[in-house]
């Protein structure tokens, strides 16, 4: 393109001026060209952009729900265990006292030391997952990992007898009839 026309008796060459306006058009053209290119790329990005940020929330949303229902289901199974011991507590005591045997209740405290070690697994989970789930911006620095209690479980027959080793007071008294038992 040139810096500068010839002169004509009334100035510039026209047809200089007219090829060198024609080149200015093209040139502007495709600027404007690329500028349409270019908006469009970035409204694609910023669809694709929101779209994902929206999946990915549905998907969290999913992975929550499908968290705490499963601490609620591990929450639930506690109650029905501690339940259970409970019962069983309660059966072994009556069988001990038809049967004129003392027997320790250290075996049942530690049993329910135990059960009671999981739930507060269980909550720290519950509050973990909550956390996790729901941090706020202070809180995302502040999660902390929740460590498994972890319990020698031979402790509990390190007395070499199952219920009532230790703290007994001699072998299992039995009548001299089955018709007393």
Known sequence: M??????????????????YIEKLEAVIASYKDKDVSIKNAFVNAQIAADNIIKNAEIEAEKVKSKALAQLEMINESIKDQRR???????????????????????????????IGELEEYIAKLNHSAKAY????????????????????RDSANSSGAAYG?????GPVQQGNSAAEA
């Open 2 to 19: 040139p810096d500068r026309f010839n002169y004509s008796k009334r100035g510039y060459e026209p047809e200089e001026v007219d090829q």
């Open 84 to 114: 259970m011991v409970k019962e069983f507590q309660d059966d072994y005591e009556w069988f001990m006292r038809k049967y004129l045997v003392q027997y320790a209740d250290s075996d049942m405290l530690r049993l329910y030391a135990r």
């Open 133 to 152: 789930l729901r941090p706020s911006v202070s809180e995302k620095k502040e999660i902390a990992t929740v460590d498994i209690p972890s319990k020698n």
């Open 165 to 169: 080793g230790a703290g007994t007071s």
